[in-house]
């Protein structure tokens, strides 16, 4: 009798350890759509962001109004404004290389106070044209066990021959989910 309930139960926990299927990992490209999606920022956030703001900034012209083209930024970090631990130097990187790729900007990581020092025991070393930050900021919408995630890049683009701002960019990207009723 003991042998009759314990192989159903021994086989009842071999199935729920190995699954009733099987998961099969594969890569994906960034950007298919294929993706998870989650109620915090990711890597496919990050990608969609960077892109927008980068065909916006060289859709406008700005980077074509220097006296020398390529036109030289100084790109600075963007600052996080969300509840989460956030890698900045992963859109950093993205406009970076995507502005560089344009050939319509070359960066440089030295920023323009110094720069200004060296230019003035070396007339030939010019300081940036533009310096190029931005900021990640988040809120947060709740409505019982519904709640909205918006994401907001903002991206600014100063002058620094007249400190103007010459232009600026906005992505939002929001995020709806909801919470379990018990949580586990």
């Known amino acids: 009798m003991k042998t009759k309930i314990v192989l159903p139960f021994v ?15 594969h890569y994906v490209q960034t950007g298919d759509k294929e993706q998870i999606i989650t109620g915090q920022i990711n890597i496919q956030d990050y990608a969609n962001a960077a ?27 963007i600052i996080n404004n969300t509840g989460q631990q956030v890698d900045t130097d992963l859109i950093t990187h993205k406009i970076t290389l995507a ?18 020092m060296v230019a003035k025991n070396n007339p030939a070393a010019s300081g940036p044209d533009f310096t190029l930050s931005g900021k990640i900021i988040e809120t947060i919408d709740r409505a019982g066990n519904v709640s909205r995630h918006t994401y907001t890049f903002q991206l600014s683009l100063n002058d620094t021959r007249t400190g103007y701002q010459v232009w600026q960019g906005e992505k939002e990207i929001g995020k709806q989910g909801t919470k379990p009723s018990v949580g586990f």
């Open 51 to 77: 892109n927008d703001a980068v065909n916006e900034l060289l859709a406008s012209g700005a980077l074509d109004r220097v006296p020398k083209p390529p036109a030289v930024l100084y790109v600075s970090r």
């Open 99 to 116: 502005l560089l790729q344009s050939g319509k900007a070359v960066t440089t990581t030295t920023d323009p106070a110094t720069q200004s």
């Open 11 to 25: 086989g009842a926990v071999i199935v729920a350890l190995t699954g009733c299927g099987s998961t099969k990992q």
